[in-house]
């Protein structure tokens, strides 16, 4: 019943930023877990960023730990994830998904998830 609507995408240079957002809608936002996960041309999705309804737990993959940050606004019904010091690798497709009760790094843990905006990184 959660729908979940990416924005925030687009072509930038390596080094620079971007701020992704996810609005959701159809459900109690509170009370959900939210990753952001991306899939890169012929790879597999891969897990990016979890963080848990109350932002008292949040975990990074390896890959971004120092350069991403995820947060939530839950009077707005939003998550964000900022990303700085982008590399052309981070090149990929990033979806936000959802969760009830605690919450994972694994991308079958998440029920709801949405259409994906893609982020382009150049050299």
Known sequence: Q????ESGGG??????????????SGGTFSIYAMGWFRQAPGKEREFVAAISWSS???YYADSVKGRFTIS????KNSVYLQMNSLKPDDTAV???AARKSAVKT????YA??????QVTVSS
């Open 94 to 96: 990033y979806y936000c």
């Open 112 to 117: 709801y998830w949405g259409q994906g905006t």
């Open 72 to 75: 939530r606004e839950n009077a």
């Open 2 to 5: 959660v729908q979940l609507v």
């Open 106 to 109: 694994q991308e079958y843990e």
């Open 56 to 58: 008292s737990t949040i």
């Open 11 to 24: 072509l930038v240079q390596a080094g620079g930023s971007l701020r992704l957002s996810c609005a959701a």
